[in-house]
Structure formats: structure tokens, C-alpha cells
């Protein structure tokens, strides 16, 4: 089961947005927690460097404390060039070298040798930087438990007017297929999309989070890709904004 995103609930819609707002800006290389004192605390990851920031009341946030990069970071990518750059010379080299008929069975192992330890060093290299490019993996090198901390929902630059609001589109993209919703402001309240199996349910949502159907709409293709084309043709598409509470199917 995928994990679901979700954002930290408060009194101010600024507040609860911060998390995504900085996922937004850090490429969606950040993670949130509340501490035991309430305090809402975002780490972000750029360029292997791990940066800490504390949520201010108004929404604002401020820079707690940073970290450079691993060694493993610089190494990992230095790893992968090596790793393909064996790799290359081997093809290269092997079709250099077939024209001319060679078949003696020690050089083909010297080369098959060569070539699996480029494979070796090119996927030794990509683990590197997968997990030090995760913030959790480095937040729980640096004491904390990667547990408490939760990944944001994509806002895609969007703006909820209150926090019951947020939390209600949020929750209904959770409810829905693939963790999807589309939304729009419409003087105030705000209309929402889902997709529920073969049917799309529009709704609407107001400053306090009350939620109401308005109309079922038919769907003639199943999955996220109906939603995110039926929503493309509409008139004022570019007035939509996709929510996503969970990632992206990978087929």
C-alpha cells in the first residue's frame, strides 16, 4: 500500500500549508513533524545538504539548522560515472575487437569480469545516493526517528482559504482513486474533482469545511488519466489544480 501525504492540522491554513509550500520550493525533498511542544518543524534536502525549519504562526518559516552533504552523496554519484564509463569502454571496445575474430576464451572473461564490476560500481553508486537523497534516511543519521516524520500533499501552487477547508480537500483526495483531486476557487468555496471508479463527482467545499455533492459526471476511461484529461478539455482548465495525497501509479 502506497504511503498517503498528508498535512499537519491547525488553526491557520498558512500553517498547515508551510510543509508543501517548502516541498514545493525544495523539488519535493521534504518531510514535516510536530515536536511534543507543538512546534511544526519541516526538513528539506537539496543537494545532498539536509536543512532544518521551524513553522512560525503567521506561516513563515526560519532556518533552525543545517547540514553539509555526506561523503557518500559526492561519492555515490562518482561511483556511477565509473561504474557506465566501464561499462562503455567494454561495448565499445567488444565491438572494436568482434570484426577481427578473436575468440580466446580468457579475454572474454577478463571482459565479462570488467564489465559486471562496472555494473557492480554503477549500482553500488545509485544506492548511495538514493538513500542519502531520502530526508528521512539522513534525519535518523542525525538522531531523530525517521518515523515521526510525514511527507506533504503536492498543492501545485494552490491556496486554501482555511485550514478546514485544506483539510477537506485533502481528505477527499485521500478517499478517492489514486489520492487525486482537482480543485478551483469559486468566490470563496472552492469545487473539487474525483475520480471514484468509472464516474467523476464534483463537490463543493466552503471556508469551514462543509462538504456537498453537486453532480456526478460520467467517465468513459478508468483511471487517474480520465480525471487529468476530462479536466485538460474542460474550458477553464487552466483554472484546475491537481492535489495528490499519494504518488504517482508507476504503470
Not at 512546534?39 to 526560519?62: F, K
Not at 561499462?87 to 564489465?115: E, K, N
Not at 526517528?145 to 482559504?161: F, I
Amino acid at each position: 500500500m502506497p504511503e498517503t501525504w498528508h498535512s499537519p492540522r491547525s488553526r491557520s491554513a498558512a500553517v498547515a500549508a508551510a510543509p508543501a509550500r517548502l516541498a514545493e520550493e525544495y523539488d519535493g525533498f521534504a518531510v514535516w513533524r510536530l515536536t511534543p511542544s507543538g512546534t511544526l518543524e519541516v526538513a528539506t534536502l537539496r543537494d545532498g545538504c539536509l536543512t532544518r525549519h521551524v513553522v512560525n504562526e503567521d506561516g513563515t518559516t526560519a532556518v533552525l539548522e543545517s547540514f553539509d552533504s555526506t561523503a557518500g552523496y559526492a561519492l555515490g554519484k562518482r561511483l556511477i560515472w565509473v561504474g557506465f564509463a566501464i561499462c562503455a569502454l567494454i561495448v565499445i571496445g567488444g565491438g572494436i575487437l568482434a570484426p577481427s575474430g578473436g575468440s580466446d576464451p580468457g579475454a572474454g572473461v577478463v571482459i565479462l569480469a570488467a564489465f559486471l564490476v562496472g555494473m557492480a560500481l554503477a549500482w553500488t553508486g545509485g544506492t548511495m545516493r538514493e538513500h542519502r537523497s531520502d530526508p528521512r534516511w539522513l534525519l535518523g543519521r542525525v538522531g531523530d526517528d525517521p518515523a515521526e516524520w510525514h511527507t506533504p500533499p503536492q498543492l501545485h501552487g494552490w491556496q486554501p482559504t482555511s485550514s478546514q477547508q485544506f483539510a477537506a480537500v485533502e481528505q477527499l483526495a485521500v478517499e478517492h482513486e489514486d489520492g487525486v483531486a482537482y480543485v478551483r476557487d469559486n468566490r470563496g468555496a472552492i469545487e473539487a474533482l474525483v475520480l471514484r471508479k468509472r464516474r467523476v463527482d464534483s463537490y463543493w467545499i466552503d471556508r469551514l469545511g462543509n462538504v456537498g455533492l453537486s453532480e456526478t459526471l460520467p467517465s468513459r476511461f478508468p483511471g487517474t488519466w480520465s480525471l487529468a484529461r476530462g479536466v485538460h478539455k474542460l474550458p477553464d482548465a487552466s483554472n484546475w489544480i491537481q492535489i495528490r495525497t499519494r504518488p504517482e501509479p508507476e504503470d
